[in-house]
């Protein structure tokens, strides 16, 4: 069965910095593509950014939104994937989830941890 | 960037009827390999979203089959046979054709 856990959400003031992680189990990491999504609350779905696989160089992808500001990374011998946020504003403010892209973009979806931007 | 839109935004559907949503591209989704990466997820109360349909019409196992997609290029379409309470939540088409992906603005499905 594939699990996503996310993990290190939490309260940070605006111009913070936050690292949450996904740990994934139930499939081969290192050979899918992973995702990162969020929702602020009471809204509608965004994508934030991707990372591919060694095959593809690990490359990375970003929303518009937080381009420059948050960054994708991986461990696949850890089967973890992880989101550094950087610069964070109020408007970042949302669940982050991590994806699995199997036959496309989110096969698979975590729980979610709530990221608070804040003073 | 590919916007997505979905109609209508709010969808009260009687127990039992069927109900239908709308999903429309600005951009054909059609890539160069063949492959349209359109999907539909399901968000209920509370939950994560859960992808029903990937690539235009495929379900996803445990989906039950009351559950079904169709289009091609710009137009797309999910469809609820007959609606069952479990139904109820909020659902997204999603364009994964080309980057960014993006969702739809979310179809609030509640019962009558």
């Known amino acids: 069965e594939v699990q996503l856990v996310e993990s290190g959400g939490g309260l940070v003031q605006p111009g913070g910095s936050l690292r949450v992680s996904c740990a994934a189990s139930?499939?081969?990491?290192?050979?899918?593509?992973m995702d990162w999504v969020r929702q602020a609350p009471g809204k509608g779905l965004e994508w934030v950014g991707r990372i591919r696989d060694k095959s593809q160089r690990y490359s990375t992808e970003y929303a518009a939104s937080v381009k420059g500001r948050f960054s994708i990374s991986r461990d696949d011998s850890k089967n973890s994937l992880f989101l550094q946020m950087n610069s964070l504003k109020t408007e970042d403010t949302a669940v982050y989830f991590c994806?699995?892209?199997?036959?496309?973009?989110?096969?698979?979806w975590g729980q979610g941890t709530l990221v608070t931007v804040s003073s | 960037d590919v916007v997505v839109s979905q109609s209508p935004l709010s969808l009260p559907v009687t127990l039992g009827q069927p109900a239908s949503i709308s999903c429309r591209s600005s951009?054909?989704?059609?890539?160069?390999?063949?492959?349209?990466?359109l999907s539909w997820f399901q968000q209920r109360p509370g939950q994560s979203p859960r992808r029903l349909i990937y690539e235009v019409s495929n379900r996803e196992s445990g989906v039950p089959d009351r559950f079904s997609a169709s289009g091609s290029g710009t137009d797309f379409t999910l469809k609820i046979s007959r609606v069952e309470a479990e139904d109820v939540g909020v659902y997204y088409c999603?364009?994964?054709?080309?980057?960014?992906?993006?969702f739809g603005q979310g179809t609030k499905v509640e019962i009558k």
């Open positions: 139930g499939f081969t990491f290192s050979d899918e593509y």
């Open positions: 999603m364009q994964g054709s080309r980057w960014p992906g993006m």
């Open positions: 994806t699995r892209d199997h036959r496309g973009a989110g096969e698979s």
């Open positions: 951009q054909s989704l059609l890539r160069s390999d063949g492959k349209t990466y």
